[in-house]
């Protein structure tokens, strides 16, 4: 099976899917994840060119610790996707089109943040112009889900999935994403899952 993830940010494919992403990987599925920034707007303060290099250095670990195989960094403004939705959609639909992916993963279109939402919007359009078979999963960073259509349990990757956040610690030192993340996943395994931790994601 392949599969791409598109990630407003360095850090939102391992918080949102990283124990599904995980699991793909297990299964000997082909990941490609494409960040659309890499995060430079998010580093307590760095210079932009230092921040970028801090982040895709912390991005290509957490994807080493998850089984990507795949992966490319777009370099679009960071807190400004918005601004160039339509490069980036161009940009994500050529690879969908030559990927032609069973699921892609996306932030969910609700999500607090305004990358996030753009993403979705990002993600959604390449799917239907690159290749419409595939299906959307959105997943959860900042905003909960408030409905959810698929659930996938990750008791056996929840340690994988903390290490891949681990490899983060720009990130760690402004936010305990490592706490909301397993946080998360243990109330989603305990509601929805039957089981210690799991992911879920809408599909649109």
């Known amino acids: 099976m392949n599969v791409v993830v598109v990630a407003p940010?360095?850090?939102?494919?391992?918080?949102?899917c990283g124990g599904a992403l995980a699991e793909h990987a297990a299964a000997g599925d082909r990941v490609t994840v494409l960040w659309l920034t890499s995060g430079e707007a998010?580093?307590?303060g760095l210079e932009p060119e230092h921040g970028r290099s801090?982040?895709?250095?912390?991005?290509?670990?957490?994807?080493?610790?998850?089984?990507?195989?795949?992966h490319r960094f777009l370099r679009l403004p960071d807190g400004a996707l918005e601004s160039v939705e339509g490069r980036a959609r161009a940009a994500v639909t050529d690879v969908?089109?030559?990927?032609?992916?069973?699921?892609?993963?996306?932030?969910?279109?609700s999500d607090g943040h305004a990358d996030h939402r753009a993403a979705f919007r990002i993600a959604r359009d390449a799917v239907a112009a690159g290749w419409p078979q595939g299906i959307l999963h959105c997943y959860e960073v900042w905003t909960p889900l408030p409905r959810f259509d698929v659930v996938v349990p990750?008791?056996?990757?929840?340690?994988?999935?903390?290490?891949?956040v681990a490899c983060y610690p720009s990130q760690l030192?402004?936010?305990?994403?490592?706490?909301?993340?397993?946080?998360?996943?243990?109330y989603r395994g305990a509601l929805a899952g039957g089981c210690s931790f799991a992911e879920v994601f809408a599909c649109p």
């Not at 969908?96 to 279109?109: G, I, K, L, T």
């Open 96 to 109: 969908v089109a030559q990927v032609r992916p069973e699921v892609v993963y996306a932030p969910h279109a």
């Open 154 to 164: 990750i008791d056996g990757r929840m340690d994988r999935k903390l290490a891949a």
């Open 42 to 44: 998010g580093t307590g």
């Open 9 to 16: 940010h360095p850090d939102d494919e391992t918080l949102g």
């Open 173 to 186: 030192a402004l936010y305990r994403f490592d706490r909301a993340a397993e946080g998360l996943a243990a």
């Open 54 to 70: 801090v982040r895709e250095a912390e991005a290509l670990a957490a994807a080493e610790v998850l089984g990507v195989v795949a």
